[in-house]
């Protein structure tokens, strides 16, 4: 499979929106990127933001090819009934063309600050897809097994997708993630900036998995979240790499995210333990605290200073146009399909993403 491209939008730029034109820009530059030919969009859903799925709604209105999908969502906030109609809507609204991006999301927000209960993460995650794929297939009737976290009891859905299989990623970190995402999704989705070490090890670990389960392998999605930034001058460099060292502070030092950054040269799950403490990531997280009060209860100056731009330069995609062509080359022969995209300069004109995706295509 040839390198994909992706735009990937999240609620951030509307938290700074005074205008209340965001939704709007938002739209166009979608539709740009989609007449230009990008190969999915993608909305993130973090709980303190807007819902993925009513974005991915409006964005099937205004595009005709491109992939939709949630990266990611979560089965606490969205029972797996209601995952099931929300992806059914979408991919009737978009003509087929869905993507579920799942994942467990952050245990202490949903049980902590919103009563949900959490169970095992990984059997109500597998409870779930077992649930939407029965409700895929006629009769359209699912069940939860016995000791299952959901309780479902032989419901029926009247509105399915109309795909017949809807594909399924799994955001997944863990060896025991990813060894499920291996037996019952289409692929996984590696957060932004995950290592190319990481990706030498989980890719080939998946697709022998899948293989061995008698699966196409070939088939199988591995979406980077990352993305590419072509670098056109030093302040444009500095804000990307400011932009990463954000994301390492804020999400870096979530629980269990640390494996995901494994670089030669540095000790990253030192700097992220120092990141954590300047943060006061473990404080906040046991209350209960979201995004927002990580913001407010840390010091993000101080840890973003705490990081090496080099770091940054080895986990991202940032560089001048050869070099971040280098840098795909390289993650393709990862197994990497899927890569996100900084939008050009004028992000909602078609010409100016057409050019983009085909430099980076050469």
């Given at each position: 499979m040839s390198m994909r491209f992706t735009l990937d939008l999240s609620h951030h730029p509307w938290t700074r929106d005074k205008s209340h034109s965001a939704p709007r820009r938002m739209l166009a530059t979608a539709h740009a990127a989609d007449a230009a030919g990008i190969d999915a969009i993608w909305a993130s859903e973090d709980p303190e933001g807007?819902?993925?799925f009513a974005i991915l709604?409006?964005?099937a209105a205004v595009t005709q090819s491109a992939a939709l999908g949630t990266s990611v969502t979560?089965?606490?906030?969205?029972h797996p009934n209601?995952?099931?109609a929300s992806v059914a809507t979408l991919d009737r609204l978009s003509g087929g063309r869905a993507v579920l991006g799942l994942g467990r999301g952050q245990p202490e927000?949903?049980?902590?600050?919103?009563?949900?209960?959490?169970?095992?993460p990984l059997a109500a995650l597998r409870e779930t897809i077992d649930l939407l794929?029965?409700?895929e297939r006629p009769p359209h009737r699912a069940s939860s097994p016995p000791d299952g976290h959901f309780a479902v009891r032989n419901w029926e859905r009247a509105t399915h997708p109309t795909q017949e299989r809807v594909p399924i990623l799994l955001a997944a970190a863990g060896p025991k993630a990813t060894a499920l995402a291996a037996e019952v999704c289409d692929g996984v989705i590696f957060n932004l900036m995950t290592s190319p070490r990481v990706l030498r090890d989980v890719v080939p670990r998946v697709r022998s998995a899948a293989a061995a389960t008698g699966r196409n392998s070939d088939a199988l999605w591995f979406v980077l979240r990352s993305t590419a930034t072509i670098v056109a001058s030093p302040e444009t460099e500095r804000a990307a790499l400011d932009r990463g060292k954000h994301h390492l502070?804020?999400?870096?030092?979530?629980?269990?995210?640390?494996?995901l950054y494994d670089v030669d040269g540095f000790d990253v799950p030192a700097l992220l333990a120092e990141i954590r403490a300047v943060m006061r990531t473990e404080g906040t997280l046991a209350a209960g605290g979201g995004f927002p009060a990580l913001r407010r209860a840390g010091d993000l100056p101080a840890a973003r200073a705490m990081i090496p731009d080099d770091l940054i330069r080895d986990l991202g995609i940032i560089g001048t146009l050869p070099e971040v062509q280098a840098r795909l080359r390289t993650l393709g022969q990862l197994g990497v399909t899927h890569v996100g995209l900084a939008p050009p300069p004028e992000p909602t004109s078609p010409e100016a993403w057409r050019s983009l995706l085909t430099a980076l295509r050469a």
């Amino acid at each position: 499979m040839s390198m994909r491209f992706t735009l990937d939008l999240s609620h951030h730029p509307w938290t700074r929106d005074k205008s209340h034109s965001a939704p709007r820009r938002m739209l166009a530059t979608a539709h740009a990127a989609d007449a230009a030919g990008i190969d999915a969009i993608w909305a993130s859903e973090d709980p303190e933001g807007w819902d993925a799925f009513a974005i991915l709604s409006a964005i099937a209105a205004v595009t005709q090819s491109a992939a939709l999908g949630t990266s990611v969502t979560s089965p606490y906030p969205r029972h797996p009934n209601m995952l099931a109609a929300s992806v059914a809507t979408l991919d009737r609204l978009s003509g087929g063309r869905a993507v579920l991006g799942l994942g467990r999301g952050q245990p202490e927000w949903h049980g902590k600050a919103l009563g949900v209960e959490i169970g095992d993460p990984l059997a109500a995650l597998r409870e779930t897809i077992d649930l939407l794929r029965a409700w895929e297939r006629p009769p359209h009737r699912a069940s939860s097994p016995p000791d299952g976290h959901f309780a479902v009891r032989n419901w029926e859905r009247a509105t399915h997708p109309t795909q017949e299989r809807v594909p399924i990623l799994l955001a997944a970190a863990g060896p025991k993630a990813t060894a499920l995402a291996a037996e019952v999704c289409d692929g996984v989705i590696f957060n932004l900036m995950t290592s190319p070490r990481v990706l030498r090890d989980v890719v080939p670990r998946v697709r022998s998995a899948a293989a061995a389960t008698g699966r196409n392998s070939d088939a199988l999605w591995f979406v980077l979240r990352s993305t590419a930034t072509i670098v056109a001058s030093p302040e444009t460099e500095r804000a990307a790499l400011d932009r990463g060292k954000h994301h390492l502070a804020l999400v870096a030092t979530l629980p269990g995210m640390h494996r995901l950054y494994d670089v030669d040269g540095f000790d990253v799950p030192a700097l992220l333990a120092e990141i954590r403490a300047v943060m006061r990531t473990e404080g906040t997280l046991a209350a209960g605290g979201g995004f927002p009060a990580l913001r407010r209860a840390g010091d993000l100056p101080a840890a973003r200073a705490m990081i090496p731009d080099d770091l940054i330069r080895d986990l991202g995609i940032i560089g001048t146009l050869p070099e971040v062509q280098a840098r795909l080359r390289t993650l393709g022969q990862l197994g990497v399909t899927h890569v996100g995209l900084a939008p050009p300069p004028e992000p909602t004109s078609p010409e100016a993403w057409r050019s983009l995706l085909t430099a980076l295509r050469a």
